[in-house]
């Protein structure tokens, strides 16, 4: 057989094949994504005017979406045979139901808990050494010491030692419940219970009379684990009833405004973030209070970056942040971010953000059972504002209202 008797099969197993290959994709089309010119039904077409509420250019509201409540199960593909392909959503797609966070009554009594399980370092010693039956100069000085290494600061020891001394020598101490009693009373009075420690989150009226939400810009180091307090306040005033939106102006730490926007999805708070990394931070404040206004929000909470390198610098960049947020509402809290384990270190940061930033109130992180509750102390003696919030651990509802008395007596738990 020469070449010209094979030409027409060589020809036809081609034709054969793409016949075949037509076939298959026939078949297979239903379950295929049909190529289309028609952008999604959620993007708007080139040249379409923004959606009502979109915010300025260079910043975004993160929320997290929700379905049309009135939206039924979608509706099969059906092929050329009538057959069907139901396509079924993976279910780690599916968005996770908000979560609800504990009431914030009654958290500050799982410090007493911590302080009780690790012995509760400071009460322990100073009630060991009050308890003694005479005291002598070596004990003194012991107290003194102990106190000195809690972070009380030189002045306050002072104070606690020479009151101590002088109910020892009035009223002598006969037994153990009477040490603690005096102890007690002297440590309240050191953490003073007369500071207003409100947390001041009411909405305003303005001059013209429109409902402004509270703004609480918040300040620190990082690494002191302020964006995580920012996110665990949001859950403190969802769980008091409050609507909060979060403003995301720490841009210049990468992926501060993720985790600021995982935190408050976590609740169905939405967070206002720049769409880039080192945006301007005045920029994103104004953005967050902006949409706090306009959605009625109770609360804006403001988070910001906290670079103490260059202190003209940080002192600039707070000026302006609170210049900015100020054309739309006033400042309704600013709250310093300190680690309760610092110690001399927190109480210079606390020194260089009561000089920039006009501090109101103070967050202690990691205050959860170490030795080191005298910052509560020295911080409110070095800027003249009380300790409000203390974080008692890792957990998501780990940030309680300060309670002076309840501080002590879980101090003095044996």
Request: charged share 25%; hydrophobic share 40%; glycine share 10%.
């Amino acid at each position: 057989m020469d070449f010209n008797d094979l030409l027409p099969y060589l020809v036809g197993v081609p034709v054969l094949a793409a016949g075949v290959a037509a076939a298959v994709r026939l078949r297979r089309r239903p379950t295929d994504t049909p190529p289309t010119d028609t952008p999604p039904a959620d993007t708007p077409a080139a040249g379409s005017p923004p959606a009502a509420g979109a915010q300025a250019a260079g910043t975004a509201v993160a929320d997290r979406p929700a379905a049309p409540a009135d939206a039924g199960p979608a509706a099969p593909d059906e092929g050329p045979d009538g057959a069907t392909d139901l396509l079924e959503v993976p279910e780690d797609l599916a968005t996770p139901p908000l979560e609800t966070p504990a009431p914030t009554a009654g958290r500050l009594r799982r410090l007493r808990e911590r302080l009780a399980r690790s012995g509760s370092p400071l009460g322990t010693r100073l009630l060991g050494v009050l308890s003694r039956d005479q005291l002598t100069e070596d004990d003194w000085d012991e107290l003194e010491e102990t106190l000195l290494l809690a972070d009380v600061g030189a002045g306050p020891t002072d104070e606690l030692i020479q009151a101590l001394r002088t109910r020892v020598r009035v009223e002598g101490l006969r037994d153990g419940e009477q040490a603690r009693a005096v102890l007690r009373e002297q440590l309240l009075a050191l953490v003073d219970p007369s500071l207003d420690r409100t947390l001041h989150t009411t909405p305003s009226t303005g001059e013209d009379g429109a409902r402004v939400p509270a703004v609480v810009l918040v300040v620190g180091v990082n690494g002191t684990g302020k964006t995580t307090t920012v996110g665990k306040l949001a859950r403190v005033l969802v769980a008091d009833g409050s609507s909060v939106v979060l403003g995301a102006a720490d841009t210049f730490r990468a992926a501060a405004a993720d985790q600021l926007e995982t935190w408050g999805s976590r609740v169905g708070v939405p967070t206002v973030r720049s769409d880039r990394d080192g945006a301007d931070p005045a920029a994103v404040a104004f953005d967050a209070v902006r949409a706090g206004v306009r959605d009625g929000a109770d609360v804006v909470l403001v988070d910001t970056a906290g670079r103490l390198q260059n202190k003209a610098g940080l002192m600039d960049e707070l000026g302006k942040i609170t210049r900015v947020i100020t054309r739309t509402a006033p400042l309704s809290e600013v709250l310093l971010v300190l680690d309760a384990t610092t110690g001399q270190n927190g109480l210079n940061q606390a020194r260089v953000f009561g000089e920039v930033a006009g501090v109101t109130g103070i967050v202690l992180t990691k205050l959860d059972g170490t030795a080191k509750g005298g910052i509560v102390v020295a911080v409110q003696r070095e800027l003249g504002v009380p300790v409000k919030l203390v974080g008692l651990g890792e957990g998501p509802d780990d940030l309680a209202p300060f309670d002076p008395e309840a501080f002590v007596d879980g101090l003095l738990q044996s």
